[in-house]
């Protein structure tokens, strides 16, 4: 049981340059979510997914789109990266429901030189 | 203001103390409140959850919501080296999306 996987681990981008992270989860849960952490700011939702076939805006979605392509995978991409995205960028899913807990994955460290 | 607040820390003390971890929120819509903890270059997990206020105990730990005040603190008992790491709030509309705090990073020494 893998639980929330994401790739890749750790990126280098170039301003400018775009990519795409990717999220599965094999637990069957509903929502999906991305979150950056950055020293002294917490995690900060980007973006989540309550079902598949939605997408909702976080606290800091600028920069950022997100695909729910289907229900196991949500992937976050940067169409255009900047030093400012520099960050640990977490993928968590979560079934709905009273008392649900959220898993995360190992993150992806992402530097924009 | 940011939604929740959080004493970033970093907070350290001797094995053996009682440790207080505390955060603020300001959205009444606020139902769940959860605590996480995160190991060093690792992902969070699930610690604690409450639901609305109260006491939550779980062995060395506890989970207290006043949610008049809009105050949820997490106390650990007989604290060990094995429990430094980064403790982080979070809170949860009607089952929607999560808000963190910043994280109170603690270290036991022993």
């Known amino acids: 049981n893998a639980g929330v996987t994401q790739t890749p681990k750790f990126q280098v981008l170039k301003t400018g340059q775009s990519m795409t992270l990717q999220c599965a989860q094999d637990?069957?849960?509903?929502?999906m979510y991305w979150y950056r952490q950055d020293p002294g700011m917490g995690l900060r939702l980007i973006y989540y997914?309550?079902?598949?076939?939605?997408?909702d805006k976080g606290e800091v979605p600028n920069g950022y789109n997100v695909s729910r392509l289907n229900k196991r995978e949500f992937s976050l991409r940067l169409e255009s990266a900047a030093p400012s995205q520099t960050s640990v960028y977490f993928c968590?899913?979560?079934?709905?429901?009273?008392?649900?807990?959220?898993?995360f994955g190992q993150g992806t460290r992402l530097t924009v030189v | 203001q940011k939604e929740v607040e959080q004493d970033p820390g970093p907070l350290s003390v001797p094995e053996g103390a009682i440790v207080s971890l505390n955060c603020t929120y300001s959205?009444?819509?606020?139902?769940?409140f959860m605590w996480y903890r995160q190991y060093s270059r690792k992902g969070p997990e699930l610690l604690m959850y409450?639901?609305?206020?109260g006491n939550k105990e779980d062995g060395r730990f506890t989970a207290q919501v006043d949610k008049s005040s809009k105050y949820i603190s997490l106390f650990i008992r007989d604290s060990q080296p094995s429990d430094s790491a980064t403790y982080l709030c979070?809170?949860?509309?009607?089952?929607?999306?999560?808000?963190f705090g910043a994280g109170t990073r603690l270290t036991v020494k022993p």
């Open positions: 968590a899913s979560r079934l709905q429901g009273l008392g649900t807990e959220a898993f």
């Open positions: 637990m069957n849960h509903n929502s």
């Open positions: 997914s309550a079902s598949e076939g939605t997408t």
């Open positions: 959205n009444s819509a606020f139902q769940y």
């Open positions: 409450t639901y609305s206020s």
């Open positions: 979070a809170m949860s509309p009607f089952n929607n999306d999560m808000r």
